[in-house]
């Protein structure tokens, strides 16, 4: 399963704070970001 929150003008000085994970497959090869 996979999960990403945003919020969206809840902090004075960012106004888009993305946070996600990724907890299935790991040994499914990723890329760095």
Known sequence: MCLILFAWKQHPI???IIA???????NRPTDPL
Not at 20 to 26: G, L, M, S
């Open 14 to 16: 960012y106004p888009l």
């Open 20 to 26: 996600a994970n990724r907890d299935e497959y790991f």
